[in-house]
């Protein structure tokens, strides 16, 4: 096993979590949260609602668990960013590397579909409970790489907190833009404006 990198039963682990997550989302956004059971979720995930049980302690937590990982995928990239890159740079080309699996041609009924989904109170309130050990995460990452303090200094908590804006805003942009539009430009685009301080667009 190469030093750093988490062995079988580890990734037969993340596996098995991202396959019930992934089948938690597709069935919720089909059918809504309300009518899908965790027995549904581990019949489709080819697992047995215990071991569901094993990893989630709900549908909304199932749910999350792809989106919340992606920011952990991201941080953990951008700590392997070589150390003479630019901030932004390493940080953009690091919070694009988890979503390389979205289509490139996002599919509106799937699209609308999420967007009725996240509306579910339930899924809100997770992604609010999850999302301050994401940013926390991702703010030690940004301050190892800028020898900041990410208990003491502002710098990497506010890094941290317009990347995930970032990310949130172009997940807003995706699940509503008509005609549809790829996922990653989006993200890419919304970083680049925050890499160069905002420009204020009515003054072009």
Known sequence: MTKGQPGLRERKKAATREALSWAALRLAAERGLENVRVEDIAAAAGVSPRTY??????????????QRDRIHRSAEAL???????????????????????????????WTAAVRL???????????????????AELAAAVAA???????LDL???LVAAASLAAVR??????????????????????LR?????????SSH
């Open 169 to 190: 805003a172009a997940n807003d942009q995706y699940l509503t833009a008509d005609p549809p539009v790829p996922y990653q430009s989006l993200l890419a685009e919304a």
């Open 117 to 135: 989904l996240l509306r579910e109170p339930a899924l809100q309130a997770e992604l609010t409970r999850g999302g301050a050990g994401a940013e």
């Open 79 to 109: 700590r392997e960013r070589p150390s003479g890159e630019p901030l932004w740079e390493a940080l953009t080309l690091a919070l694009l590397a988890p979503f390389g699996d979205l289509p490139g041609q996002p599919d509106r009924q």
């Open 145 to 151: 790489r800028t020898g900041t303090d990410p208990d």
């Open 193 to 201: 404006q925050l890499a160069t301080g905002l420009p204020d667009p």
């Open 155 to 157: 710098y990497p908590k």
């Open 53 to 66: 049980n094993n990893y989630f302690s709900s549908k909304a937590e199932a749910i999350v668990h792809r």
